[in-house]
């Protein structure tokens, strides 16, 4: 912890943030079980405004932590269910000939929701895959040289198998890098798993929970994120975190500006989810994988399957977190 900040007290606007979000995680942790970590992990993507890319094998829970934010929400909420033949205008709308007005009309596609559940993502094709990128980076939708704005809040929670599964596309590396956040769920330890199976007897957790925020909330949080204080140490240890994976030995394409920026954000993010109106370099430090890894464009052949890539660039990271100097 910073010993500038440690004796600090939060100020009455951040402990009213704090029990806000602390509500949300519990009304979530209703449904998923043993996994505050990864609950946690959701609720500051969020508020970071940014977007969420949970990778695993079928079966641990993904849809259902996409179901169970979305449910704890006052938002609306669309799913799409990714095919190897939908549409770009499956998704975000179509302009069609109206013949009672002589005129062209904008159809909106499932994209103009506030939480978007993109479900097996990777099942598409690259090119309906980008059809997400404008509204990921810029919310909003270009059609037929009209912008339309997408709804406030905006968040994409995207699932997806592990890319040797049959009939998957890997992510474009532009894509990858509109997803603040790549997670993983994994399996349930003993106890987990059988409170899951006994919470599951009669009925489904996630059918019987309530909005506990409402769309309003969720913007007022995520203003609020923006005003954390990051102190200059602690922006610079960011920004050497990232200056590293740009010359790391493994590594053929560093982290972006954008990537810093979703740091930063998420470090933000992260000190309102605990209670702080400050970031503490401890934040970085938990957020850099989750959030840089999947940015990664590793050299060659170090790593020739998708599951060998991500443990690699896991790695990385966690090599330069070693050897950076933390501030004090």
């Given amino acids: 912890m910073s010993r500038l900040n440690a004796t600090v007290e939060p100020g009455a606007q951040a402990v009213e943030s704090a029990?806000?979000?602390?509500?949300?995680?519990?009304?979530?942790?209703?449904?998923?079980?043993?996994?505050?970590?990864?609950?946690?992990?959701?609720?500051?993507?969020?508020?970071?405004?940014?977007?969420?890319?949970?990778?695993?094998?079928?079966?641990?829970?993904?849809?259902?932590?996409?179901?169970?934010?979305?449910?704890?929400?006052?938002?609306?909420?669309?799913?799409?269910?990714?095919?190897?033949?939908?549409?770009?205008?499956?998704?975000?709308?179509?302009?069609?000939?109206?013949?009672?007005?002589?005129?062209?009309e904008f159809k909106p596609g499932p994209v103009f929701t506030n939480i978007l559940l993109a479900d097996e993502i990777n099942r598409t094709t690259p090119k309906t895959q980008s059809s997400l990128l404008e509204a990921m980076s810029e919310f909003r939708i270009s059609v037929d040289s009209r912008t339309h704005p997408l709804p406030d809040p905006f968040f994409v929670l995207a699932t997806q198998n592990p890319v040797e599964h049959h009939g998957t596309y890997p992510l474009p590396d532009s894509q990858l890098d509109r997803f603040l956040m790549r997670i993983e769920i994994g399996y349930p330890d003993a106890t987990a798993e059988k409170e899951i199976i006994v919470r599951q007897r009669l009925t489904h957790p996630a059918d019987t929970i309530e909005a506990v925020l409402s769309a309003a909330d969720v913007t007022a949080l995520q203003k609020h994120v923006r005003e954390v204080r990051v102190e200059e140490s602690v922006l610079d240890y960011l920004v050497a975190l990232v200056e590293a994976t740009r010359t790391a030995e493994m590594v053929e394409l560093g982290v972006s500006p954008r990537g810093s920026l979703s740091l930063y954000r998420a470090a933000q993010a992260l000190a309102l989810v605990e209670g702080r109106e400050y970031a503490l370099p401890d934040d970085v430090k938990e957020l850099a994988v989750p959030v840089l890894a999947h940015r990664l464009i590793l050299k060659g052949r170090i790593a020739p399957s998708a599951g060998a890539r991500r443990e690699t660039a896991r790695k990385v990271i966690e090599e330069i977190l070693g050897r950076i100097e933390v501030p004090l």
């Fill in 19 to 104: 029990e806000r979000i602390a509500t949300l995680r519990n009304n979530i942790q209703k449904v998923i079980c043993g996994k505050d970590d990864v609950v946690k992990l959701a609720v500051v993507s969020l508020l970071a405004k940014g977007h969420l890319l949970i990778e695993d094998i079928p079966g641990v829970g993904k849809t259902t932590l996409a179901s169970a934010l979305s449910r704890s929400l006052g938002c609306t909420f669309r799913r799409i269910q990714f095919t190897s033949d939908l549409l770009p205008s499956d998704v975000i709308g179509v302009t069609i000939f109206n013949p009672e007005s002589h005129e062209f």
